[in-house]
C-alpha cells in the first residue's frame, strides 16, 4: 500500500497523518479518545502501548474494544517476536481499528525487560522482521513510532539505516519523536523532557526519504508550532499538551482540514461527555474513570480551578453520577458571570 500525505485532503480520513495524538500511557484510554474526538474530528487518535502477548492471552474486549465514534484510530503494540506481532495486529484488524503501529520509543525498565520499546532501535532488523510479518499479515496501514536514538547510539547515519530498513520492510508511516532516550538513569517522565530536541534530524529524514510520510512528535505545544512543522514534514503528534488543554485541538479540524468546520464550544463537549458519562456509568464504569480526562477543558478560563477540583473530589462520592459534570459546570458559568461583571464594572 502506497500513502500520500495528502490524501486524506481529497480521500478516506482514516490516511491521513496531518495531526495526530500521541499514544499516552494511563491517559489516552477508550474514554479520554471519546472525549477528544467530541473536540475533533479529524484528528488522529492512537491508544496506549498494548503488548502482543496481552492482546494473545488477556481480555479481548478491555484491551481491543473502543467507541465507534473514535475512528481514526491507531492500534499501538509493543512486541518484539514477529509472530505474536502478526497474530496480535490480526486480531487488532478484526476489532476494528484502522492502523496498526509499532512501540520503538518508549524507555522504561518495564518495556525494556520484555524486550520492545526503544531498546529495539539497536535492533534494526527485529523491527523490519516485525513491520513485514505485521505487513503480510493485515490489509492496513502499519506504522512505526520511534526516537532519534537510544543511548550512545544517536548518530544519524545509525537513524538512517534503521529507517531503511523499516522502509524496506513495508512502514508505511514513520512517526519520529525528537528526542533521543536514555536507557538507564531517566524515567519515562525525564525521557520526555530532559534530552534535547532535534527537530532538524526529524526534517533531515524527510529530505532522505521523500516517499515515506514522516510525523514528527515531541515539545509541540500549539498549532502555530503544528503549522510550522507541517511545511518540513508530513504531520505533526501532540501529546502531553492534547490531554492537559484539550480545548487546543477544537481549532484543528477547521485550521487543517476544512475551512468550513465547525468549532465547538465547550459547553456543547460537556454536554457529549455527559451522555457518554451516563451511558458508561449506568453500565458499571466509575465517574472519575471519565472525568479526570476532562479536567484540563476549561484550564485558562473563569471557574477552570472550580472545575477541576469539583470533578475530582465529588467524583468520588459513592454512587457518583453526571450529576457531578452539572454541578462542576454551573460552578464554572457563576465564575464566568463574575468576571464579566467585573469587566463590566
Known amino acids: 500500500m502506497k500513502l500520500s500525505p495528502s490524501t486524506g485532503a481529497d480521500g478516506p480520513k482514516n490516511l491521513d497523518w496531518r495531526v495526530c495524538i500521541a499514544p499516552m500511557m494511563d491517559w489516552t484510554d477508550r474514554h479520554d479518545r471519546y472525549f477528544l474526538r467530541l473536540i475533533s474530528g479529524r484528528a488522529r487518535l492512537y491508544t496506549e502501548m498494548v503488548t502482543s502477548a496481552a492482546v494473545l492471552h488477556g481480555n479481548r474486549n478491555r484491551l481491543l474494544g473502543f467507541h465507534a465514534a473514535e475512528h481514526p484510530v491507531a492500534l499501538q503494540l509493543g512486541g518484539s517476536e514477529p509472530a505474536d506481532m502478526a497474530e496480535a495486529a490480526r486480531r487488532g484488524a478484526e476489532a476494528g481499528f484502522d492502523e496498526i503501529n509499532m512501540n520503538v520509543g518508549c524507555p522504561s525498565d518495564r518495556v525494556q525487560r520484555g524486550r520492545f520499546g526503544a531498546c529495539l532501535m539497536r535492533e534494526p532488523n527485529t523491527v523490519a522482521a516485525c513491520v513485514a ?52 538513569g531517566l524515567s519515562p517522565k525525564e525521557n520526555r523532557e530532559v534530552p534535547p530536541l532535534h527537530y532538524e534530524t ?24 503544528a503549522d510550522d512543522h507541517l511545511a518540513k514534514v508530513d504531520g505533526v503528534m501532540l501529546g502531553r499538551a492534547a490531554y492537559q488543554t484539550p480545548y487546543l ?48 477543558l476549561y484550564q485558562g478560563r473563569p471557574g477552570a480551578r472550580g472545575w477541576r477540583r469539583h470533578l475530582t473530589e465529588a467524583g468520588r462520592r459513592p454512587g457518583a453520577g453526571v450529576e457531578v459534570i452539572d454541578e462542576a459546570l454551573d460552578i464554572v458559568r457563576r465564575a464566568a458571570d463574575r468576571a464579566e461583571a467585573r469587566l463590566a464594572a
Not at 202 to 225: E, S
Not at 266 to 290: F, H, K, N, W
Request: aromatic fraction near 6%.
Open 249 to 296: 485541538l477544537a481549532a484543528i479540524d477547521r485550521r487543517f482540514f476544512d475551512p468550513g468546520a465547525p468549532v465547538p464550544d465547550r459547553e456543547t463537549i460537556v454536554a457529549g461527555i455527559r451522555r457518554y458519562a451516563a451511558d458508561q456509568v449506568a453500565g458499571g464504569v466509575p465517574l472519575p474513570a471519565i472525568t479526570r480526562h476532562i479536567l484540563g
Open 202 to 225: 526529524v526534517y533531515r529524514l524527510k529530505q532522505d526519504f521523500p516517499q515515506l510520510p514522516i510525523v514528527i512528535n515531541g515539545g509541540i505545544t500549539d498549532l502555530q508550532a
Open 133 to 184: 510479518s505485521v505487513r503480510a499479515a493485515v490489509d492496513l496501514p502499519v506504522t512505526v513510532k520511534t526516537r532519534i536514538g537510544v543511548d550512545d547510539l544517536d548518530g544519524y547515519d545509525h537513524l538512517r539505516r534503521f529507517v531503511d530498513a523499516i522502509g524496506a520492510a513495508g512502514c508505511d508511516v514513520l512517526v519520529v519523536h525528537a528526542r533521543k532516550a536514555w536507557l538507564k
